[in-house]
Every structure is written in C-alpha cells, then in structure tokens.
C-alpha cells in the first residue's frame, strides 16, 4: 500500500442487510502533508478545478483493485467500491481505460462497482448512461451515490440503468418512524427493488438507525454503526487477521 505523493486510500466496510456481515469495501481517498490530513471534501474539488482529478482516479482505482485481490483470498466474496468523478469525463479515453484496468486486475466480473454523485445535468445523465451501458457488458457495475439530495429524479434511475443507489446520510442518520425521511427512504426502497436495483443507506451513526432502518430492509448498510473508514493495517486486524 504506498503512498503517491501524500495520497492513500481507506477503506469502509458495508454490511449486508438480511444478516449484518460483510459484503465489500468503498475506497476512500486521503491526503496527508506535513503531518496535517486534509479531508476530501477540500482536496477533490480543487483537484477537479486542476484537472487532477483524472490520474488520482486510476491511481485509487489501481491500488484498490490490487488491495481487494489480495483480501478476496481470505475474504472471497468481497465487493469493492470506488468513487468517479464526473470530471474523470473530461478524458475521452476513460471508458475503456477503466475496462482495460479492471481487466488486468483478474479480477471476476461484477466485483466492481463505480459510484456517481447524482446530478442534474442531462448531459452528465447521458454521458453515464452510455459508460453504464459499456461497462456493464465488461462485468462493471455503477451506484449513484448521495441519492435524495439535488433534484433527484426516479427516472434518471431508468437512463443510467445503475444497480445500485447509495441514500444519503443527511436522510439516514438520526432516522426517525413516519418522518419525511423516513418516508422518503422507504418509497426508494420500494421503488428501486421493484426495478431490481440495490440500495445501500450512508451515514448509519447509530444502533438506532439500523433498528429504524431495519423494517424497510436495504441491501447494505455503511457508516459508523459499523465501522469508519479504516486503513489497510486496521481492516486486516479487523476482518482477516481475526478469521
Ligand atoms: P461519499 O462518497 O459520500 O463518501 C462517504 C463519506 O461519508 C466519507 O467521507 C465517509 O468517511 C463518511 N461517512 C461514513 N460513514 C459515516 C457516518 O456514519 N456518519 C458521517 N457523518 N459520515 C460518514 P470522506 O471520506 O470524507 O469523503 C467525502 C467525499 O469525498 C466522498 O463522499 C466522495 O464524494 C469524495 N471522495 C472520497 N474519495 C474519493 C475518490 O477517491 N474519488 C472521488 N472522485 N471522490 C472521492
Ligand atoms: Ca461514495
């Protein structure tokens, strides 16, 4: 696991939601300079603006490939998830490089999957409905991510033909019964099994959310009620060394 230039990646586990075990990981980018970390919410942006955005993303892509095939040999079922930025776009090769990576990693299809910030823009919609469709036929899967906030729009859902929606923590921390959000997170559910797409609720905090969360049965379960973002050492002391 090295370093590229300050950069390193953690990784959060998720949980299944019929029996709480392990199902995969999503890379998480860090940066490190002096000693100080900078959280990504500061650092992907300005790489974006820069746009750095494109060789930091196969680097984590690369490293994280590599980390869950060493892991898969104790933990064989694991899945993996790693973000995309939109601005990765901006490479017109980026379809098949990203097939090309996942290729030379041996890993098995479907192993992988990339997660989208959901957007607005009908344009974004279209460029990744068209890199969904390609990198479905190669065995890669695509999540939106943060779903529920921006205009979210169930019928995009149809256009991207994503597998998975990843529900934002601002609607799943601090759940509560008959709420808006409790409301809202329900009809999502329903409305993406119905369309045999997954759903994983973000930023479960507490044994509370998970109780609450429970009856409206998500696939996968990721936040601090679990586990935070975890480094490579304090993931394998976790979940490997201990198997
Ligand atoms: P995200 O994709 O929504 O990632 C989940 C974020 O929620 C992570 O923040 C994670 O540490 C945090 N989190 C997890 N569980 C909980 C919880 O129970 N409560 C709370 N309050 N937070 C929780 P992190 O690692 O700071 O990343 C922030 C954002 O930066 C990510 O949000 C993602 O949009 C972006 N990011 C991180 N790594 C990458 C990357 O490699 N590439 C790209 N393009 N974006 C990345
Ligand atoms: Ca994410």
């Known amino acids: ?23 995969g990981v999503e890379a998480l980018m860090r940066f490190r ?8 919410a500061l650092f992907i942006p300005i790489m974006e603006q820069m746009g ?31 973000n995309f930025s939109l601005g990765q776009f901006a490479n017109p090769d ?7 990576i996942y290729k030379e990693s041996g890993l098995p299809p479907h192993v992988l999957t990339l997660e989208f910030t959901e957007t607005v823009e009908m344009e974004d ?7 969904t469709k390609t990198w479905k036929a190669a065995g890669i899967d695509v999540a ?11 019928a995009m859902l149809k256009e991207i033909a994503c597998s998975e929606i990843k529900i934002e923590r601002t609607f799943v921390s601090n759940i509560k019964d008959g709420t808006y959000s409790y409301l809202l997170t329900s009809s999502i559910v329903n409305f993406a099994h119905q369309n045999d797409i ?23 379960y990721q ?9 490579v050492e304090e993931f394998e002391e976790a979940y490997i060394d201990s198997t």
């Open 33 to 40: 300079a002096d000693g100080v970390e900078y959280p990504p």
């Open 52 to 82: 750095l955005i494109h060789d930091a993303g196969l680097w984590i892509l690369k490293q994280a490939l590599a980390q869950v095939t060493i892991w898969r040999e104790k933990l064989p079922e694991l899945y993996l998830n790693v």
């Open 223 to 231: 936040g601090y009620a679990f586990d935070k973002p975890l480094k």
């Open 1 to 23: 696991n090295h370093d590229y230039e300050g950069f390193y990646v953690c990784y959060q586990p998720q949980f299944r939601g019929a029996d709480y075990t392990l199902d």
């Open 94 to 100: 980026i379809i098949e490089t990203v097939i090309k």
């Open 198 to 220: 997954a759903v994983c609720c973000e930023g479960v905090e507490t044994e509370k959310d998970v109780l609450t969360l429970s009856p409206l049965k998500p696939d996968l």
């Open 144 to 154: 939106l991510d943060d779903f529920g906030t921006g205009y979210s729009n169930l």
């Open 125 to 131: 919609v279209d460029k990744i409905a068209i890199a």
